[in-house]
């Protein structure tokens, strides 16, 4: 018996597969759209094995998300998941970033993770109140995982990271403090700009440069103050306080003669300001600079910018932080008391050596 195959054997199944392929290219359907449609499932059982990443961009449709979820071999079909989103009404609501889903998943199990915040992979940065520039990027680098070489490089061109226009390039006093998500792939200046963004949402909801014209200052001047405000330190109730001992200052003519100023241009922190310290030769030095410096000191909080622009009512001209472990700061117009004020700090001090 010959073992060579007969032209005529084929003849049939070529035929089948021609008139096959006719029909499918009549109703607009391609041979792998076919085969994926009558021997792959349209669903998977159960919830799933293994680790398959997925991430959700920014504008992306539910029908684009479920292309991303099967071609990651999340879901079966893509139809399978648009069936089980609309069946839970959360098709709108699907947020941009990276989950962390299982392979062959059943569509609702994928559904329910895509919803769940423990999928959602990412680290949250918390930024405090009152840090300098330098804090700041040394805190995002050590929070985000991203070098702090690379923040740097960001900050010192800050072109392109939305700042506003009175901030007059400077970064110092606009990277707002607040907490920030951070999810794979985040680049330093895109972080930068989420904060700077941030900053202009509060300077936005305080009416910052809508009020700053009422206390006598321009925008970078009132953020300037809030960032004094911030930190000096103390509670939240006393940064009105200290915005009117500034203003009442500024008001008389006086130099404003602050030691967070001075410690800032030296770049140290402390409680203890010298006379020798209080000569230091900078535009930042209001010991013997008239009015006030020349950008912010710190990143303030909404607390801080809204008594920026909204200070207290009274006659104080002094402030002595006399507890600083508890925040107590005292407030006077006399001198005398003043003087007395930090002699209790002095010795609270000594005390604590």
Known sequence: MSSR?????LKWPLAVGVVLLVVLAGCGVTFGEWVKATLAPDDFKGRGEGVAMVRI???????EVAASLE??????SDDAFIKAIKGSSKAGALRPGVYRLRKEMKATAAVGLLFDPATRVQRKIVVRE???LDETLAALA??????????AKAAADPAGLGLPSYAGGRLEGFLFPATYPVEPGTGARSLLRAMVQRFRQAAADVGLERRAGAVGLTPL?????????????????????????????????GRLQLDTTVLYAQKRHDLRVSEQDTRVRSPYNTYVNDGLPPGPISSPGEAALKAALDPAKGDWKFFVTVDPKNRVTKFTASESEFLHLRDQLNRALSAGD
């Open 57 to 63: 961009k920014p504008g992306q449709s539910a029908r």
């Open 221 to 253: 001047q009132a953020v300037t103050v809030g960032s004094i405000a911030q930190a000096e330190g103390g509670g939240s109730a006393d940064y009105p306080k200290i915005t009117r001992v500034i203003y009442n200052r500024l008001r008389d003519g």
């Open 5 to 9: 195959l007969d032209k005529r054997d």
């Open 130 to 132: 009152g840090l300098r």
């Open 71 to 76: 071609a990651a071999g999340v879901v079966a």
């Open 142 to 151: 050590k929070g985000s995982g991203i070098p702090q070489a690379e923040f």
